[in-house]
């Protein structure tokens, strides 16, 4: 009995001591953001730590006042929270710096010694100093560390936004100078001066008009069919069409004085260019008195100028009393003319005035294709005659049927002779006309030969483009301005990080270690701190 006793003893005590060895081995595992409340639950530390810690704070910002000269304290005192193990380290060196103070007793009468061994004693007191550590870790792990990550990722993202607002504003600025350049082309300018160029550009533009005149010589043929056409159709052989075509085919771009009087000017006194824009502004008061000859041949109208005609013997009764003889002697001295067509063309003149000439002035001085009226009269007519032939060219495609040609056997051997190939090449030069006269840089031509201040709007409006490309590259300079310093923040802020995170290793380390010394070595884990 007594074997089995001792026996199950030994059993007993090693199974004992295995267990215990197992649970000096098991580790204990804080959360970090609990550390606090685990601290004070297991009575490590006091409920009210703050107000002792607040007493060593104040003493210690007492003592560092007075500090002997030493590399090493200024390190530990430089840019860093003063804690526990900052004071042992002090107290270590001052027992080197204060040594001649040390007294019989092994007592130092050095004020530097004293206060801070009272700190240190203040700090070991219901082991402040721990919940100190672990209030500053909490804080660290929980609200500064994130908190420079987040200012360092904000100066990531700015960067990128400033790269990207850069980049727009690169290309922003690259279309905007491009639209200027294009509308530049549009114009037929190259840019370097704009408003010089636009003037030029003015001064060019009445002999392209005379070039536009000139090509409708080639239209006789076309203005020939249409006539043969409408004559054959409507059986008129009096019917003018395309009046106003006629005459530049015949004349060229002539004075609109040569055109409605039928007659050249023996002088062209050209209006300034104010006096063309008030005319072209009033152009629907202007009144157009016709052409005398073709209206008196065609419908011939009765003007009442004042003037008494009586008997059949056509004699004018001026309120003159003449003799008989002055009478016959001044009839056989006046040409009537003929009679037939023409139509005396009488003008008052002021008393003293002399005969006026020939002499185109004001808007009749202007060319056919200056003035807006006659200018879109040609282009009526150039429009007519192409939907004309454009229809021809749409017959001659369409199989003949019996009516068509039994209507057109009697029509004029022009009509007859027409082929397609023909009638393409003569829409072919009236749209060449057509397009040449109603380009966008002859309409901008006309609207700056109408009014000067157009210039000044089209320049303006052209450099507006410039400035806003060099607004834009200015923005850009700013955007590279601020991705350099959102840079530079980052720069400033990552070894604050770096050092933030290497003291709060270094606390973790020194609280683990702490804790698991007050428990007999047992491994000590704070849960959560990663860094």
């Given at each position: 009995m007594i074997a089995i006793s001792t026996s199950s003893?030994?059993?007993?005590?090693?199974?004992?001591?295995?267990?215990?060895?197992?649970?000096?081995?098991?580790?204990?595992?804080?959360?970090?953001?609990?550390?606090?409340?685990w601290l004070v639950d297991r009575r490590h530390c006091s409920l009210k730590w703050q107000g002792q810690v607040r007493i060593v704070r104040e003493k210690i910002a007492m003592a560092i006042q007075d500090m002997p000269e030493n590399e090493e304290i200024k390190q530990l005192l430089s840019g860093s929270y003063i804690h526990y193990f900052h004071c042992l380290r002090i107290v270590e060196i001052l027992r080197g710096t204060e040594a001649s103070t040390k007294n019989i007793f092994g007592r130092y009468s050095s004020q530097?010694?004293?206060?801070?061994?009272?700190?240190?004693?203040?700090?070991?007191?219901?082991?402040?100093?721990?919940?100190e550590l672990a209030s500053l870790l909490v804080r660290n792990v929980s609200y500064e560390i994130p908190s420079l990550k987040k200012q360092i990722g904000k100066c990531q993202q700015l960067q990128q936004e400033y790269n990207r607002k850069e980049e727009e504003c690169q290309l922003a600025a690259t279309e905007m100078r491009e639209r200027f350049y294009s509308s530049?082309?549009?114009?037929?300018?190259t840019g370097d001066d704009v408003r010089r160029e636009l003037l030029a550009l003015v001064k060019d533009l009445p002999s392209q008009l005379d070039e536009i005149g000139a090509g409708a010589k080639g239209l006789l043929e076309a203005i020939n069919l249409y006539q043969a056409c409408v004559q054959f159709v409507c059986d008129s052989s009096t019917e003018q069409v395309v009046?106003?075509?006629?005459?530049?085919?015949?004349?060229?771009?002539?004075?609109?004085?040569?055109?409605?009087?039928?007659?050249?000017?023996?002088?062209?006194?050209?209006?300034?260019?104010?006096?063309?824009?008030?005319?072209?502004?009033?152009?629907?008061?202007?009144?157009?008195?016709?052409?005398?000859?073709?209206?008196?041949?065609?419908?011939?109208?009765?003007?009442?100028?004042?003037?008494?005609?009586?008997?059949?013997?056509?004699?004018?009764?001026?309120?003159?009393?003449?003799?008989?003889?002055?009478?016959?002697?001044?009839?056989?001295?006046?040409?009537?003319?003929d009679g037939s067509d023409d139509i005396a063309q009488i003008m008052v003149l002021e008393d003293g005035s002399e005969v006026p000439e020939e002499v185109a002035r004001g808007p009749d001085a202007l060319t056919l294709l200056e003035t807006p009226e006659t200018r879109n009269q040609f282009i009526d007519e150039l429009m007519e005659l192409e939907i004309f032939l454009s229809q021809r060219i749409v017959e001659t495609n369409e199989e003949a049927d019996i009516l068509s040609v039994s209507q057109f056997q009697l029509a004029?051997?022009?009509?007859?002779?027409?082929?397609?190939?023909?009638?393409?090449?003569m829409v072919t030069a009236i749209q060449d006309l057509i397009g040449r006269l109603?380009?966008?840089?002859?309409?901008?031509?006309?609207?700056?030969?109408?009014?000067?201040?157009?210039?000044?709007?089209?320049?303006?409006?052209?450099?507006?483009k410039l400035k806003q490309a060099d607004l834009l590259l200015l923005k850009k300079e700013l955007m590279v301005q601020k991705r350099q310093e959102a840079l530079e923040e980052q720069g400033t802020l990552e070894p604050k990080l770096d050092h933030l995170v290497q003291k709060t290793k270094e606390l973790q380390k020194l609280i683990e270690a702490d804790v698991s010394k007050r428990y007999n070595g047992r491994p000590v884990n704070l849960m959560g701190a990663s860094l």
């Open positions: 003893c030994l059993s007993s005590f090693i199974i004992g001591a295995s267990f215990k060895q197992d649970y000096q081995n098991l580790p204990i595992d804080i959360q970090t953001s609990k550390l606090l409340d530097r010694m004293k206060d801070w061994q009272e700190i240190v004693s203040l700090y070991e007191k219901e082991n402040t100093y721990l919940v530049c082309k549009q114009y037929g300018i009046p106003l075509l006629r005459h530049m085919q015949a004349w060229g771009n002539t004075t609109v004085y040569e055109w409605r009087r039928g007659v050249k000017p023996t002088l062209v006194e050209r209006p300034k260019p104010e006096e063309v824009k008030e005319a072209v502004d009033q152009e629907a008061l202007q009144i157009d008195w016709g052409e005398f000859g073709e209206e008196s041949a065609s419908a011939p109208e009765v003007v009442d100028h004042g003037i008494s005609v009586e008997g059949a013997s056509e004699e004018i009764d001026w309120g003159i009393s003449l003799e008989s003889d002055t009478q016959e002697s001044n009839a056989a001295c006046i040409d009537w003319g004029p051997p022009i009509l007859q002779d027409q082929t397609k190939e023909k009638l393409e090449v109603t380009s966008l840089r002859m309409q901008h031509l006309f609207m700056i030969l109408a009014s000067p201040r157009y210039v000044d709007r089209v320049t303006e409006l052209l450099h507006q």
